[in-house]
C-alpha cells in the first residue's frame, strides 16, 4: 500500500516548509482565521479519506499544526508525501 | 435585524457578479473540483451561522449556484449583502 | 466503473425513502437545524468524493433535498445506490 | 464577555464527561470512524465561531481530544460550559 520515503521524498518535503525526522514530519499552517483555517481543514480531511491517509493535527483559532507519519511502515512513506503536498497546495 | 437594501446596496451585488432581482441575487460560483467547491462551503457554512442569515445553494460536484434573499424583509436586505461579499472574498 | 440498477437496486432505494425516477432517484432531508444539517453534508461529501460519485444537492437552512444520477450509464448505478445508503446512514 | 466558572458549571462538565483542572476543561471523544469525526467536528466549528470561542483540538483518524479554556478570564468560564455542552449533544 505504502512506499517508504527516500531522500527524494524527504527533500520534497524539506523544501515545502515541513520539518522532517526520523519517523515522522511536521509544519504549522497559520491562516488569517478560524474560518479561513477550518475550510481548509475541510478540503484536506476530503482528501485524506480518499487517500486513505489521516494527519494528526492540532487546531487552535487559526492555526493548524500537523504532524504525518505511516504507521504501517513505521515511518515516512509515499502517502505522507502525498498528503503534505495536498496540503501545501490547498494552503495556496 | 435586517434592513431592506437600497440602490448602492444592489449596485454592490451587481458589480461583484451577483443578478440582482427583485426579491433575491443569483451567483454561480465555479472552483476547481470538488475538495475546493466543498471546503468553500464550508467556510461560508461557518459565517452564515455566525450572520444567522443562511444562503438558498445547489451543488453538484465544482459548481455551487446560489440564491440569496431575506424572508424576514420579503426581498433583498444588508444582511444579503454581508453573505454576498463574503461568499466573494472566500471564493478569492 | 459503474453497473447500471437493477430492480433490486431500485427496490433498496425505494424501500429507504427515496423516490425512484427513470434516471435519478431524490430524497429529502431535514434534520433539526443548519449546523445538523450542514455536518451531515460534509460526512456525505467526504464519502461521495472517496466513491468518486458526487450528489446534486439543494441546501436552505435544515432541508437538503438530494438528487442521484450516474451521467456515465445514463440513469441509476451501483454507485448511487451506495452513496444514498451511506446518505441514509449518517441522517441516523 | 465571559463570565469566570462556579462550582455548578465544574459539575456539569465532570458529571458529562470532562475532566476539570485548574484553568481547563479536557474530554477525548471517540467516534466509529474519521468520517463520523469530521462530521462532528463540522457542526462544532459552526457553533464555536457563532459563540466567538474556540477549542483547542486534537484529531486523529477517529479521536478527537479537546482542551477548552478561556483566555480572556485566564481560566474556565461559561463559554467553555456552553461549548462543551454543544460538543456533548452533537455526539450524540
Avoid at 56 to 73: A, I, P, Q
Wanted: charged share 20%.
Amino acid at each position: 500500500m505504502s512506499t517508504p520515503i527516500d531522500q527524494t521524498g524527504r527533500d520534497t518535503l524539506a523544501t515545502s516548509g515541513w520539518t522532517v525526522g526520523e519517523t515522522s514530519a511536521e509544519k504549522t499552517f497559520v491562516f488569517a482565521n478560524f474560518v479561513d483555517a477550518f475550510g481548509w481543514m475541510t478540503s484536506v480531511a476530503i482528501c485524506a479519506e480518499k487517500l486513505n491517509h489521516h494527519p494528526e493535527w492540532f487546531n487552535v483559532y487559526k492555526t493548524v499544526k500537523v504532524t504525518l507519519t505511516t504507521h504501517d511502515t513505521g515511518g515516512l512513506s509515499d502517502l505522507d508525501v502525498k498528503l503534505a503536498q495536498k496540503m501545501n497546495q490547498l494552503a495556496g
